[in-house]
């Protein structure tokens, strides 16, 4: 009796979601760090910003040009489009640990991800990537030099999404820091150094 409940706990328990949120500035390397954590830790990446360009970039949806100004603004499209497109990741993928790059990064965001998501999933930890504004500005500058493509690798959105950043996404770290998820890295290494901290966090918290 006792053996088939314990059973059926740990069935339960392994099939609860479990997230790890990655968060910091535009170009802090989120993205470049959740790659190296999808091959050493088998987590799914997604990544908010990408699911919102694959959206945009679809020609049956009726939010593209919406997205795309608010991407250009430096603006965060509202909850209801970006919870929708990371709910329907989760669940296509079929599996169970995410890093979900990107997001919640206003307070729409996290009251959105609260009343739809949240008691769904175990929210593990928020890695932030913590990197000084110049650093980040020149990334995204070279990044754009070098034909990525996305409309807002120059100046005047990066002034934007900082601004965005500073104002909006801080408070989100700040309130998750105060609930002790919060593992701060040092973003302005090199990208080898960067994955050696992620790396001691990880296995300190036993998710290798
Ligand atoms: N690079 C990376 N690490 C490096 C290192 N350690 N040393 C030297 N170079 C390094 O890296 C950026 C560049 O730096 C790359 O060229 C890389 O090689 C190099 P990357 O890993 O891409 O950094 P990342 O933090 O992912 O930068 P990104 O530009 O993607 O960050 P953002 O947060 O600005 O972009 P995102 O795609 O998440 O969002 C874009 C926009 O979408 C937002 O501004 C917003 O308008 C919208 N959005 C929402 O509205 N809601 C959301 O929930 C999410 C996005
Ligand atoms: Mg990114």
């Given at each position: 009796m006792i053996t088939g409940l314990r059973s059926k706990l740990k069935q339960f328990i392994k099939m609860v979601p479990k997230v790890v949120f990655v968060l910091g500035g535009p170009g802090a390397g989120k993205g470049t760090q959740c790659q190296n954590i999808v091959r050493d830790f088998g987590f799914v990446h997604l990544s908010a910003g990408d699911l919102l360009r694959e959206e945009r970039a679809n020609?049956?949806?009726?939010y593209g040009e919406l997205i795309e100004n608010y991407i250009r603004e430096g603006k965060i499209v509202p909850v209801d489009i970006t919870c929708s497109l990371l709910e329907r990741a989760m669940e296509e993928s079929g599996?169970?640990?995410?890093?979900?790059?990107?997001?919640?990064?206003?307070q729409d965001n996290l009251e959105g991800w609260n009343r739809r998501v949240a008691s769904k999933?175990?929210?593990?930890m928020v890695l932030f990537f913590d990197c000084p504004i110049e650093i980040c500005t020149e990334r995204c500058l070279n990044r754009g030099a070098a034909?990525?493509?996305?409309?807002?690798?120059n100046l005047e959105s990066l002034k934007k999404r900082f601004n965005t950043y500073q104002v909006e996404t801080k408070p989100i770290i700040d309130y998750y820091q105060k609930m002790n998820l919060v593992r701060r890295l040092d973003?302005?290494?090199s990208p080898d150094e960067v994955f050696n901290q992620v790396k001691n966090v990880l296995n300190e918290s036993n998710l290798q």
């Open positions: 020609p049956n949806s009726q599996k169970e640990r995410f890093l979900i790059d990107g997001f919640p990064r206003n999933v175990q929210l593990l034909g990525s493509g996305r409309s807002d690798d973003a302005s290494l």
